[in-house]
């Protein structure tokens, strides 16, 4: 509901400048833009944080880029008819027919689908890229390396060499697909950020404080076993199985920055890293499903709903010094 009001009130900000601009000062058009605005930009919220969800959202995720830009620009299209429509039918300011006021307006719809078109546009860049990614590349945050502490989690589908042998290349990257798509949700509402994929894995990551702030980074990994056990019926309908995963977690100091010259993206270099992916592939040597470090641990403790078992020292590959491991296990 938050994000309504604030979209609500932008709304009204932009009506207001612009009928100020493109109809002279004046309370009246000032009160004309600020309806619009309003029901606009409520409206557009109301689709994006409640309409686009579920279903929708995993519709506008499978279609092509431009088969979701020109659906989402329609879309916008009527909440902006609808906004002029009800402004005249509630308080109209001109005397004549509907089809002379729809041509009176024409230059407000044209300025309304413009904006339209270029915010949808930049939404799906966004989508593209991911949350955070875009404004980051544009004030740039990373463009001088910067090191941070950040909480990493590396996650990987169990047997995914067989399965692809089971269902064919092209099946198998139709399950990767929803797996990840169903593994989204959970990670964004822990205020994670979605660093990449590779092949059957992904990797997420906090900024320290976020992902220690109501343990998220372990927390979020009981919500999504129980994200991918509610959507059991639909792999093993589809595909005939059903996924699962492994999970390491750790956290520690890493230097961020731009790499790239043809293709950009933020890189994260440093141990922390490396004793992730590290501790991820010790879940095989354990035959555990998820394991943190010691060092994650002792900054969080075990948080309600998670058992923590001591799994004892560990020296991973490539690292001089041991780490302790932790297993951990979900109430379901």
């Known amino acids: 509901m938050k994000r309504v009001v604030v979209f609500a009130v932008f709304g009204a900000v932009v009506g207001i400048l612009y009928t100020q601009i493109a109809y002279g000062v004046g309370v009246s058009s000032a009160l004309r833009g600020a309806y619009v605005g309003t029901v606009i930009a409520s409206l557009a919220a109301v689709f994006e944080v409640y309409g686009a969800r579920g279903r929708w959202k995993r519709f506008f995720l499978t279609v092509p880029f431009t088969v979701s830009l020109v659906l989402r620009t329609v879309i916008y299209t009527g909440i902006i008819l609808f906004a002029l429509v009800s402004q005249h039918l509630v308080a109209p300011n001109e005397q004549g027919t509907f089809v002379e006021f729809l041509l009176d307006t024409r230059a407000d719809v044209v300025f309304s689908l413009i904006t339209a078109f270029v915010f949808n546009f930049v939404y799906a860049i966004h989508e593209l ?41 092209v099946a198998f990257h139709g399950m990767l697909n929803d797996f990840y798509i169903d593994l989204t949700d959970p990670i964004l509402r822990r205020r994670g950020e979605i660093h990449r994929y590779v092949g059957d894995e992904m990797v997420a990551s906090w900024p320290v404080a976020d992902g220690l702030r109501n343990a998220n980074c372990i927390l979020v990994v009981g919500e999504i076993f129980a994200a991918l056990e509610a959507r059991r019926s639909h792999y093993e309908y589809t595909y005939g199985v059903f996924p699962t995963f492994r999970a390491g977690l750790h956290l520690g100091p890493v230097v961020i920055g731009e790499m790239g010259s043809a293709k950009k993206e933020f890189v994260f270099v440093g141990d922390a890293v490396n004793a992730t992916a590290r501790i991820e592939q010790a879940c095989r040597g354990f035959d555990r499903n998820v394991i943190a470090s010691g060092e994650l641990i002792d900054r969080l403790g075990a948080p309600p709903g998670v058992t923590v078992e001591d799994l004892g020292e560990f020296e991973p590959r490539g690292r001089s010094s041991k780490m302790r491991l932790f297993a951990l296990s979900f109430a379901r």
């Not at 990614?133 to 941070?148: A, D, K, S």
């Open 129 to 169: 890229l991911g949350p955070k990614v875009l404004f980051r590349f544009l004030v740039g945050r990373y463009h001088r390396p910067t090191r941070e502490e950040r909480v990493f989690l590396f996650l990987d589908m169990v047997g995914s060499t067989h399965l692809t042998e089971k269902l064919g290349d």
